[in-house]
């Protein structure tokens, strides 16, 4: 079994539409990530949280908001989705600690769409 | 702001070796990664490095680190048609709290 899904894979929405995008996962890190991916510029992370009380803006937060209902739950919501939003959208965990390792665990990504 | 820079594309030939490579900007970072991304899924850890290591092998693996000029590489040995991927360089610093992803290179091995 996966230890970082996300639903739905895929999602064709119109714009205006209300999107909510869900995590979760079973590895019991308290880290979460949600980032978006488009061709050519890679990764940006759109959201962070470092544990159930703590939520951070990452590098394009604007349009996006997101819920941590648990350790293991982590949505990304788009509140009124336009067509720019129209990306692979992937969620991560990591362990928590002092350590300075910081591998994380990627989900398989929801493909959205804003026609 | 902290910055990763990679080249967006290579291309080599079945059995060649294949050389990625990646400068970063924070002096600090402690860890530097490489992942993987396999068509249609997520990012998975490919190998890491210290930063006060030079270098590092695992199998056809060889990550080289160059931390006056801020230049980390990775090198695939015997490259396959399964190494076809796009592979990300990532850096950490300030026990893993701040953390940057590059763009990513597209790998395409050719038969």
């Known amino acids: 079994d996966a230890d970082v899904t996300q639903t739905p894979r895929n999602r064709i929405t119109k714009t205006g539409k209300r999107i909510m995008l869900e995590c979760s996962q079973t590895k019991g890190h308290d880290r979460m990530y949600w980032y978006r991916q488009d061709p050519g510029l890679g990764l940006r992370l759109i959201y962070y949280?470092?544990?159930?009380?703590?939520?951070n803006k990452g590098e394009i937060s604007d349009g996006y908001s997101v819920s941590r209902q648990a350790q293991a739950k982590f949505s990304l919501s788009l509140e009124s989705a336009i067509p720019n939003q129209t990306a692979l959208y992937f969620c991560?965990?990591?362990?928590?600690?002092?350590?300075?390792?910081?591998?994380?665990?990627f989900g398989p990504g929801t493909r959205l769409t804003v026609l | 702001g902290e910055d990763v820079e990679q080249s967006l594309f290579l291309s080599v030939r079945e059995g060649d070796s294949s050389v990625i490579n990646c400068t970063y900007t924070d002096s600090s970072s402690t860890y530097l990664y490489w992942y993987k991304q396999e068509p249609g899924a997520g990012l998975q850890l490919l190998t890491y490095i210290f930063s006060n290591m030079d270098m590092k092998q695992d199998q056809r693996l060889t990550v080289l680190l160059n931390k006056k000029d801020k230049h980390l590489s990775l090198r695939i040995a015997d490259t396959q048609t399964g190494d076809s991927a796009i592979y990300f360089c990532a850096e950490t610093w300030n026990y893993g709290q701040n953390f940057v992803f590059g763009p990513g290179t597209r790998l395409s091995v050719l038969p």
């Open positions: 949280s470092f544990d159930v009380k703590d939520i």
């Open positions: 991560a965990t990591s362990k928590a600690g002092t350590a300075a390792y910081n591998e994380q665990f």
